[in-house]
Structures are given as C-alpha cells and as structure tokens.
C-alpha cells in the first residue's frame, strides 16, 4: 500500500517542524506545537513518524526526532530554523568557481559557454528542491484550516 502524495507532503512537514524544534516532545506538546484540534491527530501523526523512523519514542513517552532521516529528506539542510535544499551549497559553489575562473582567466567565448553550461544542472536541481520545500511548507496552511 503506497502512501499519497498529500499524505508525503505533511509527513515532511511535520518532520521539518519537528526538526527545527530540536526538543522531545509530548503527544499533547505536539499537538499544540502544530496547533492540531485533538490529541488524537497528534497521536496518529507520530505514530506514522515513528513507523517511518523518522522518530522515535523514549522511555518517557516524548518522542525525538531520528538522526537518520529519510532518503527524501536527505535533501535539504536545518541550520537552527532555516531549511535549505542540500544542492544550494553545491550550486553556490559551483557558480563561484565559475565566475572566478572567467574573471582572472579570461577564457574564450566556448569555454565560457561550456562552463555555465555545468552549472546548469545544480542550479535548476536547487529550483526544483526550493519549489518542492515551499509545496511542503503551503501544506501548513492547507492542513491546519
């Protein structure tokens, strides 16, 4: 049985909240911290996060956000309470190398061609991951209403 799209999407979500909360929570801090109507919505929630093992639940019955995500969530970063796609860094890096080299070399029209053509690639996968990172965090606003 495959999991829905939407379902995916406020999986991610919550994950991400979660994430950024960086604190073991409570069934019912859950339940306010992404400000659900009942306990038990909560409580479903973070028992398909634990099933998925995307965290896990402690002696004291709080659960905590798991140190192996996973693979779709490997693609972004959390830095404190900023969510970046991964490929950011790897575009930021490649685009700087590039400029550089065009600035102090001066390469012939071709070379330059071909070197932003490289950076093409990273830089429509940083799109791609920003758009989808937005989908998930709009999500909210359709989820809580």
């Given at each position: 049985m495959g999991i829905s799209e939407e379902v995916l999407l406020e999986t991610i979500r919550v994950y991400l909240r979660l994430?950024?909360?960086?604190?073991p929570v409570t069934t019912r801090g859950f339940q306010r911290l992404m400000n659900y109507g009942s306990p038990g919505k909560a409580q479903r929630v973070l028992q398909r996060l634990e099933r998925m093992g995307l965290v896990s639940r402690t002696p004291s019955n709080e659960y905590v956000v798991s140190r192996?995500?996973?693979i779709i969530l490997t693609t972004y970063i959390i830095i404190k309470n900023l969510v970046i796609p991964r490929s950011?860094?790897?575009t930021l890096y490649a685009v700087s190398l590039v400029l550089t080299y065009i600035l102090l070399a001066s390469p012939p029209a071709y070379i330059i061609l071909l070197l932003v053509s490289l950076t093409i690639p990273y830089i429509a996968e940083t799109i791609y991951y920003y758009?989808?990172?937005r989908r998930i965090m709009s999500?909210?606003?359709t989820s809580t209403t």
């Open positions: 994430a950024r909360y960086g604190k192996k995500p996973s950011l860094i790897y758009i989808l990172l999500a909210k606003q």
